[in-house]
């Protein structure tokens, strides 16, 4: 069997000595082709990893504009299938690992490895359920162990240390640190704490350990990743997103506009 | 408890009933589906539950309230004139709709008013959907001093503006949630969010049987008063248990309330009546146990009116209070179990049955147990005379006035 991508991805970065940018795209915003469109030109300026965020009608841990885009593709008649064929077009040509981010209704309604299954046959390497702590993980755990995806748990800055210990060792391919205690959106300052939870999760794990929430300028990615081995940035591409469709700009300028943000996002810490 | 031979002797305490586990299971149903953010509050709340529980202190001091402030006990009634009408059951209704606030729900936000002081917390916040929950947590917060914001969907703020304002009254802050479709599920998805960032001063007091574990156990415990002061009454009464117990059904608070402490008598039928809306067959009704699929909503494992993805649907009744389009997971147990059973009523049926209630007995239900009365309009004729059904008559219809006057083609200003 060859080599999950996060894994190879991550082994090559640390070779080389670079850190993980990861966009998170808001899957079908404003449509599945820009979403096919958007991986391409994001996976072609280097970034190991890509996060796609699978619209829910309901997602408790997000803010107004991640929330938003749900709201706006989910009414556009999105479905989970056409995602999937969508990944699974653009997946050949594509360097970076695909990480779903989805919730445990959509995963349930299949049946949790039906769903894993279909998630790695379209091409993506992870999962992470957002709305399943450690207690309800074990079938998820499962189901993508079987299916040869990674499972990705999050640790919160209110998460105990013995159940950080705890969820570092069911966590696969890399561990998720909550930045802030609250939901996704930029934050002007990031709390003062977060290298410490960072050299907490060290002192348990081996696995690479990527910071989200809250980050969205190019100082908070580098100063995340002078402690962690990633930066997590949805809300801050998301909101781009937004204000490209409504400025009303093509898929192309729309996908223009998002890999330049990013791009700069990525000069901080991609090594030379 | 089954010693009591007065009502004015019950006490209120946790509901034996076996469930859920350590781990918030009922049956396959409930757990905790939240985000890891939130788990610290969670099982913080719920050590500090586990331990009130067992205090006789705190159900005392509970009790206190509930007599002197909440007007408990509440009747258990004989409506006469309706089981002549209906000509079969003898039909009692538990009156819940006189309890101050004029529904159920003050039984909850008072007990979780006293846990939130317990824990040291100043300020609790509630989701709500007609503004009866927000009310009821209004008036708890008020009577105990608590910071309280509760956030309602900004279309039911524009349609219950008369309980907004009751709210904003008792010292409230009243939140719009603009997001989604605007009403009760996305009230609660806005609560949860505020609850992720402000755990650590905030209690956020949930308004039915719902949500991540122990919030289920929690209000059913709380709930539970009605059964067992509904137990000492029939008793009283007729000298023997009921043969049905109907109740409406949205989350569910009302109804397992009633039911927890009967759970074990076998010999009792226990009925929860959802909303059919516009008819179960039409898509417009939140009937989620007739209609739904098991799924995960709100941090429970329950069933859930959702399509083939997973989304949730929406929902439509002419009560806003039973316009939810997930149900508590001890319901969702108690289905699959076959322990109680559940049926639909649809709007026209609740209708009439308010008006039907109002005429002959001088009560005016609110829509909400309206459903339940329909129900019983249904059954209660194909039974013997001897049978015995209790009605939780979970609120009063003063808050519907205008609604039912528009939907009985009137126009009171």
């Known amino acids: 069997m060859t080599q999950n991508r996060i894994d190879a991805n991550f082994q090559a970065l640390q070779a080389r000595g670079g850190k993980a940018l990861v966009p998170y795209v808001t899957a079908g915003y404003p449509d599945l082709a820009t979403t096919g469109l958007l991986l391409r030109r994001l996976d072609a300026l280097g970034v190991p990893l890509i996060e796609i965020g699978i619209p829910f009608s309901d997602s408790i841990a997000d803010g107004p504009v991640i929330q938003g885009s749900f709201h706006r593709v989910l009414a556009g008649g999105f479905r989970v299938a056409d995602l999937f064929a969508t990944v699974r077009a653009a997946r050949p040509g594509l360097s970076a690992a695909l990480v779903a981010m989805v919730s445990m209704s959509l995963v349930r309604r299949p049946g949790v490895s039906e769903f894993a299954q279909r998630c790695a046959e379209s091409g993506f390497d992870g999962l992470i359920v957002p709305d399943i702590p450690l207690e309800e993980s074990p079938e998820v755990l499962d189901a993508a162990h079987k299916a040869g995806l990674r499972c990705i748990m999050l640790v919160a800055p209110t998460t105990p240390d013995a159940r950080r210990e705890q969820i570092a060792r069911a966590s696969e391919g890399f561990v998720y640190q909550v930045a802030v205690r609250g939901i996704t959106g930029e934050r002007d300052a990031l709390p003062d704490d977060i290298a410490e939870f960072v050299r907490a999760l060290r002192a348990v794990s081996r696995l690479p350990v990527c910071v989200g929430f809250g980050i969205g300028t190019p100082q908070q990615v580098r100063a995340v990743c002078d402690v962690a081995d990633g930066a997590i940035v949805g809300t801050a591409v998301v909101r781009r997103i937004s204000e490209a469709i409504d400025a009303g700009h093509s898929p192309d300028a729309i996908a223009e506009s998002v890999t330049q943000f990013v791009d700069e996002l990525w000069k901080e810490v991609a090594a030379a | ?413």
């Open chain 2, 1 to 413: 408890m089954a010693s009591s031979s007065s009502v004015f002797e019950v006490e209120s305490g946790p509901a034996d009933a076996g469930v859920p586990d350590a781990r918030g299971r009922f049956g396959a149903f409930g757990g905790q589906y939240v985000p890891e953010t939130l788990m610290a509050a969670v099982h913080r709340l719920d050590e500090a539950y586990i331990a009130a529980r067992q205090d006789r202190a705190f159900w005392r001091e509970l009790d206190h309230y509930l007599r002197t402030y909440a007007g408990r006990p509440s009747p258990l009634y004989f409506a006469a004139r309706l089981t002549e009408r209906l000509g079969g059951a003898k039909i009692y209704l538990k009156r819940e709709d006189l309890n101050h606030t004029g529904a159920h729900k003050i039984n909850n936000t008072l007990g979780q008013a006293l846990l939130t002081r317990r824990m040291g917390k100043k300020r609790i916040i509630a989701e709500t959907g007609a503004g009866q929950h927000g009310v009821a947590t209004a008036t708890a917060a008020a009577c105990f001093g608590l910071e309280c914001v509760v956030y309602m969907g900004a279309e039911d703020v524009r349609r219950q503006k008369l309980n907004v304002f009751r709210m904003e009254l008792l010292g409230t802050h009243v939140v719009p949630v603009e997001t989604g479709q605007k009403t009760l599920k996305d009230a609660i998805n806005e609560a949860m969010r505020d609850w992720m960032a402000t755990s650590d001063n905030t209690h956020y007091v949930i308004g039915s049987v719902m949500g991540p574990h122990p919030f289920p156990m929690i209000v059913r415990d709380f709930q539970s008063i009605i059964g067992r002061e509904t137990r000492v009454q029939v008793l009283a009464a007729e000298g023997r248990l009921p043969d049905y117990l109907v109740a409406c059904v949205g989350g569910g608070s009302n109804a397992a309330g009633m039911f927890a402490p009967f759970a074990n008598d076998h010999s009792v039928r226990m009925i929860g009546v959802e909303a059919g809306g516009e008819g179960v067959g039409t898509g417009l009704h939140a009937a989620t146990l007739a209609a739904g699929l098991p799924g995960v909503l709100h941090g429970m494992f329950t069933y859930v009116l959702q399509d083939e993805d997973g989304q949730t649907l929406p929902v439509h009744s002419c009560s806003a209070g039973l316009d939810y389009p997930g149900v508590g997971p001890e319901h969702a147990f108690w289905k699959d179990s076959g322990r109680a059973e559940y049926h639909a009523a649809d709007d026209g049926e609740a209708l009439r049955a308010f008006t039907l209630l109002s005429e002959t007995e001088g009560i005016i239900p609110a829509l909400e147990p309206a459903h339940a009365v329909a129900h019983v309009v249904k059954l209660a004729p194909t039974l013997p005379k001897d049978r015995i059904i209790v009605i939780n008559l979970s609120g009063r219809g003063d808050k519907d006035v205008v609604e039912a006057a528009r939907l009985l083609g009137r126009h009171i200003g």
